[in-house]
């Protein structure tokens, strides 16, 4: 017969990230000049009462002396606590709503601020045990109740001893005095949660490592917000990738492992084993062999815009979707462009560089507005789009010239040839993607169809213009003033020269490849691409994956969500359907897409199933990939 199951959780750093008296610290010493250095003290303190170093009424008392609060500081406290309950217990709420009358919260914090906390997700007032403050009639904190079990050395066991749990009992929690409940034979298991603190004392002495609340349910098979503990989910990030990445991973719950630098094909073969998302920049080139030695990748993340160190083919036929960031940085190279012209228009370049040598040239000549004149946008993406609307909005005619048909944005008119566009612009500015057949479709020829006095700005890939066609005609007069971010050759790294025929030619601006380079953009990467991988883990999802077929999914309630990925032949959904009918499952939703190499299969089903069922899906002919998700 099942034993009823009891949970004994800690509240300090284990239901929330942080310890209660270290907040209330922050908020009764706000005014007071030493409110760091008390600080610093009550979490000393904290530190030895946790580790066992100390004897708890002692720590506790000295730790109410440096706090000094008062009853009017608790509310902004439960506010502060309630912001900082620990996201894993956040998103399980299903958990305690189920094994509510089962799960008590033994803390030798207080009940004063941990009740109205915990309440809100539902744990009942009975089954809080926990200190209580004692006031003066003024209200301040002179002292807590001696007489409460909770106050003394080695509470929590006695307090656990007064319950008699008939039943399997499951202690989760961050400190020394949780395991003395193990140690006292009052539990049967003790996890030691790590999600906000990893204390290795405690880790040794523990049962299991519970890095979140997840991890414990998965392990005793309770119900739980994710079907795999997204502590089991390993994350490499190389490159030094921005730190708002790493965070929102972590928070995600993964396991993240940092690397600065990139890694050689041998070094990631390595180190790619066990990963199941893999973040990268420019510099770490992914290639079939590393996808041959990737056992349990999801997916890969381009941290920049590019992908051309990933080898997409390899990594979709391995069912692995990888994303970038597309337009995390369209805007800042559009406000560079914007500013290049307006700069180059005025002939500033040279009246800078003039200054700087101690001369003052002051002069209209060679100096122009933009209002009135006519910007040729060649390339009309998502940055000549958008180069299009702010140009337009400060008095600039804007017409376009692209391969494909494009939607005219606002007053934009599009060319017919790219010749027409030359021929009739004041300023040029190309904005095409990096494709092989884009090399050199800017020279001799198109320069000289440029009217005279052009301005020319080049920040979309170096090998699209002909660098030495452009010195030439800025030279001989022809180009009033260029402004230069790519080029056929750059240096790999900053410790490197740069050499260029365009050094040192007037009303010239050249800079290095910094178009998409503002701490804005970095953040706007670092959180775009992050989110699509945790969408596509989470819901199966691949809007804007880069190799994958793209699919938007509606979020799983109350269903099974089984995601199938096979080689795109003629058949497979049939006999996928099959099995499901054979199995007496009913299809709640059915996604499809293709691509030339995978068909990606999404079905949600509406009952429990066998296990029989993923094992007969996994056995279909040209299965490349197959997961489960609640
Ligand atoms: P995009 O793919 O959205 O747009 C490119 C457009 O160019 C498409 O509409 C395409 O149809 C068109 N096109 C391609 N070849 C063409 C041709 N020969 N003639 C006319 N139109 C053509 O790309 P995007 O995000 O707007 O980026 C544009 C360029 O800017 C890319 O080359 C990108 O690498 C570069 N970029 C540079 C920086 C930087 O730091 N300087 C930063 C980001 C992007």
């Not at 969500?561 to 058949?571: A, D, M």
């Amino acid at each position: 017969m099942n034993q009823t199951k009891y949970f004994i959780i800690d509240f300090d750093s284990t239901f929330t990230q942080v310890e209660a008296l270290d907040v209330l610290a922050e908020i009764s010493l706000k005014d007071n000049e030493n409110q760091a250095n008390a600080i610093e003290e009550i979490k000393s303190i904290t530190d030895q009462g946790m580790d066992g170093c100390m004897s708890f009424r002692e720590s506790l008392k000295k730790r109410l002396d440096i706090v000094n609060a008062n009853q009017k500081d608790l509310p902004e406290l439960v506010d502060r606590l309630s912001k900082l309950v620990s996201p894993s217990f956040q998103r399980n709420t299903a958990f305690i709503d189920k094994y509510r009358d089962q799960i008590y919260i033994v803390s030798n914090g207080f009940k004063d601020f941990i009740v109205p906390i915990v309440s809100k997700f539902g744990i009942k007032e009975e089954n809080v045990f926990a200190n209580e403050f004692i006031y003066n009639e003024a209200g301040a904190i002179i002292g807590f109740n001696e007489e409460n079990m909770l106050s003394a050395n080695n509470g929590k066991p006695n307090q656990i001893a007064s319950l008699n749990l008939k039943g399997e009992v499951f202690v989760l929690g961050d400190g020394y005095t949780d395991y003395e409940i193990k140690k006292a034979g009052l539990a049967h298991k003790f996890y030691a949660f790590t999600e906000n603190v990893r204390r290795e004392k405690i880790l040794n002495e523990a049962d299991h490592e519970a890095p979140s609340l997840d991890e414990f349910l998965f392990s005793q098979k309770l119900e739980r917000a994710h079907s795999y503990p997204k502590n089991r989910i390993k994350a490499l990030m190389l490159e030094n990738i921005h730190e708002g990445a790493i965070q929102r991973l972590k928070n995600e719950g993964y396991q993240v492992e940092i690397y600065p630098a990139g890694m050689t094909e041998d070094e990631l073969v390595k180190a790619i084993k066990d990963v199941s998302v893999l973040g990268i920049r420019s510099k770490t080139q992914v290639t079939k062999k590393v996808l041959d030695n990737a056992k349990r990748l999801l997916s890969v993340g381009a941290f920049c815009i590019g992908t051309n160190q990933i080898d997409l083919n390899a990594a979709l036929k391995k069912g692995v979707a990888v994303f970038n960031a597309p337009f995390s940085n369209t805007r800042s190279v559009v406000e560079l462009a914007l500013a290049e012209i307006i700069m180059l228009m005025r002939n500033l370049p040279d009246k800078m560089s003039e200054m700087h040598k101690g001369k003052w040239n002051k002069s209209a000549n060679g100096s122009f507005e933009v209002r009135g004149k006519t910007l040729g946008i060649i390339g009309y993406g998502k940055i000549g789009s958008q180069l299009s609307i702010l140009a337009e909005s400060i008095g600039i005619n804007v017409q376009y010239y692209d391969l494909e048909e494009k939607l005219a944005l606002g007053n934009a008119t599009a060319c017919p040839s790219l010749e027409h566009l030359l021929k009739s612009s004041d300023i040029v500015s190309v904005h095409v993607d990096g494709r092989e057949e884009n090399k050199l479709i800017i020279g001799s020829n198109e320069f000289e169809l440029m009217k005279h006095g052009v301005v020319f700005v080049n920040l979309s890939r170096g090998h699209v213009v002909d660098v030495d066609a452009l010195a030439r005609y800025i030279e001989n007069g022809k180009i009033h003033g260029a402004s230069v971010d790519v080029f056929p050759e750059e240096p790999l790294s900053n410790d490197h020269p740069f050499q260029s025929p365009l050094m040192g030619l007037k009303n010239t601006i050249l800079t290095p490849h910094v178009g998409g380079s503002t701490l804005e953009a970095q953040e706007n990467i670092a959180d775009f691409v992050p989110s699509k991988i945790i969408e596509y883990i989470n819901t199966g999802s691949t809007t804007n994956s880069v190799n994958f077929p793209n699919i938007t999914l509606p979020t799983l309630s109350q269903a099974h969500r089984f995601i199938h990925i096979h080689k795109n032949e003629p058949g497979i959904l049939a006999e996928i359907n099959n099995i499901l009918a054979k199995h007496g499952i009913n299809i709640g939703g059915q996604y499809l897409k293709t691509n030339d190499i995978i068909g990606y299969v999404i079905t949600d089903i509406d009952k429990n199933y066998q296990e029989e069922v993923i094992k007969d899906l996994k056995l279909v002919q040209g299965t490349l990939r197959f997961r489960v998700l609640y």
